[in-house]
């Protein structure tokens, strides 16, 4: 069974940092590229950020752009999201998500996470 | 970026009829878009993708058409647990992978 387990979710003032990491079984997580997606509440959802399978390739979505930094380690099958600048509108609930095809960068996402909740308030 | 626009917001229906669901894109996305299925409390899960292609284990109840801009997502006949809010996502033009703003299928 496909299991993504996100975690470091938690209350921070504007302007600090967090890192989420998400641990990942049942799969060959090397060979899958993989995202953050978040969903701010009452929202719909919010691509924020890809990794390839080999970090060669890395996207940002403009809005957390020169603020975040995704980053993976097979060894350990996990990713992380490295977040710094947070802001007021950073709240939402952050998915790790994976991409339906392995060794492709089709993004479809057929695995999410159940989701870390980040807030953002003084 | 390519701005998806789901219509209507709100499909308010019967269990056993049909729900169509439209999503329109701002430029071509050619046929590479995808559908998801959202209930209270639950994430996303993946119906349909490359417009028309069934995710594992969905029920054959609903089925996607459409390509270029305009998409359509049908239910066929709306069981009590397809009540929920659906999304659609492009993966053409990216980054960004861009979402449509969900319409919510509630009961009449």
């Known amino acids: 069974e496909v299991q993504l387990v996100e975690s470091g979710g938690g209350l921070v003032q504007p302007g600090g940092s967090l890192r989420l990491s998400c641990v990942a079984s049942g799969f060959t997580f090397s060979s899958y590229s993989m995202n953050w997606v978040r969903q701010a509440p009452g929202k719909g959802p919010e691509w924020v950020s890809y990794?390839?399978?080999?970090?060669?390739?890395?996207h940002y979505a403009d809005s957390v752009k020169g603020r975040f930094t995704i980053s993976r380690d097979n060894a350990k099958n996990s990713l992380y999201l490295q977040m710094n600048s947070l802001r007021d509108e950073d709240t939402a609930v952050f998915y790790c998500?994976?991409?339906?095809?392995?060794?492709?960068?089709?993004?479809?996402?057929?695995?999410w996470g159940q989701g870390t909740l980040v807030t953002v308030s003084s | 970026e390519v701005v998806l626009t789901q219509s209507p917001a709100t499909l308010s229906l019967s269990p056993g009829e049909r729900a169509t669901l439209s999503c329109r894109a701002s430029?071509?996305?050619?046929?590479?878009l995808a559908w998801y299925q959202q209930k209270p409390g639950q994430t996303p899960r993946l119906l349909i993708y490359d417009a028309s292609n069934r995710a594992t284990g969905i029920p054959a109840r609903f089925s996607g058409s459409g390509s270029g801009t305009d998409f359509t997502l049908t239910i066929s006949s709306l069981e009590p647990e397809d009540f929920a809010v659906y999304y659609c996502q492009q993966r053409y033009i990216w980054p960004p992978v861009t979402f449509g703003g969900g319409t919510k299928v509630e009961i009449k």
């Open positions: 998500v994976r991409v339906l095809k392995q060794l492709t960068d089709e993004v479809h996402f057929d695995q």
């Open positions: 990794i390839s399978r080999t970090s060669s390739i890395i």
């Open positions: 430029q071509s996305v050619s046929i590479y």
